[in-house]
């Protein structure tokens, strides 16, 4: 799979977890672990930028920037999925909520990402 694709089904997929989130928030269950979750390289994309990226791909000036902002949006995720999952629903929806640090670093991915995709 190439660059562009690679990073456009990361971005659908990372747009996910929000929803992701808000169903453990809900329910207080999750089909994965908050420690899992913190790892940035169990996730499809996460494995790419790891593992299998095109060593040429690693050579964007995008690409440190995306691999911290990924890594720090796993953290961050995983860090509200054990708040969701201890049952504090108050504070893991204020953690996702409009202005949370998951919503700055969300938002940051996606635009980084998509400048990257701009610059192929």
């Known amino acids: 799979m190439s660059t562009y694709d690679e ?9 996910q977890w929000k929803n992701k ?3 453990a ?30 060593p040429q791909a690693k ?4 690409y440190s920037t ?3 902002l990924h890594a720090d949006f796993h953290k961050e995720a995983g860090s509200i999925l054990e708040v969701a999952l201890s049952g504090d629903k108050n504070s893991a929806s204020q ?5 949370s640090e998951f919503s700055r670093l969300s938002a940051e ?9 701009d610059s192929l």
């Open 25 to 54: 928030i809900d329910t207080g269950k999750c089909e994965s672990t908050p420690a899992k979750v913190k790892q940035d390289n169990n996730c499809s994309f996460g494995k790419w930028l790891h593992g299998r990226i095109d």
């Open 95 to 99: 953690r996702i909520g409009l202005g």
């Open 59 to 62: 050579s964007s000036s995008y």
């Open 7 to 15: 990073i456009s089904k990361a971005i659908a997929a990372h747009g």
């Open 21 to 23: 989130l808000r169903n």
């Open 109 to 117: 991915l996606t635009k980084t990402m998509k400048a990257w995709q």
């Open 66 to 68: 995306v691999v911290n």
